[in-house]
């Protein structure tokens, strides 16, 4: 069975930084397309960033230039690092992965989610 576990989110001030983790675990093949997705109260999730197998990235439009996405293949494991977080950055933050299974099949895995709340 695979596993997403996160870590990292919390209270933060505007205009602070936050770093989010997000860990594979089980057997599988390999790892494809790792990434963030968000939903604050009220809304849809939506996509924040994005980072391939072969670290092709891509950012929502809300957080380029604030946010950074990365991935250690090594432990299994995808970053986001959040700076001059804004009120509007409030939300639970999801990860996502494409695991290939040992059968050679793509399957898409969610984390639990992790509260990012920005607030005086």
């Known amino acids: 069975q695979v596993q997403l576990v996160e870590s990292g989110g919390g209270l933060v001030q505007p205009g602070g930084s936050l770093t989010l983790s997000c860990a594979a675990s089980?057997?599988?093949?390999?790892?494809?397309?790792m990434g963030w997705y968000r939903q604050a109260p009220g809304k849809e999730r939506e996509l924040v960033a994005t980072i391939t197998s072969g670290s092709s990235i891509d950012y929502a439009d809300s957080v380029k230039g604030r946010f950074t996405i990365s991935r250690d293949n090594a432990k299994n494991t995808v970053y986001l690092q959040m700076n001059s977080l804004k009120p509007e950055d409030t939300a639970v933050y999801y990860c996502?992965?494409?695991?290939?299974?040992?059968?050679?099949?793509?399957?898409?895995?969610w984390g639990q989610g992790t509260q990012v709340t920005v607030s005086s």
């Open positions: 996502n992965a494409v695991i290939v299974t040992l059968s050679r099949v793509y399957r898409v895995y």
């Open positions: 089980g057997i599988f093949f390999a790892i494809n397309a």
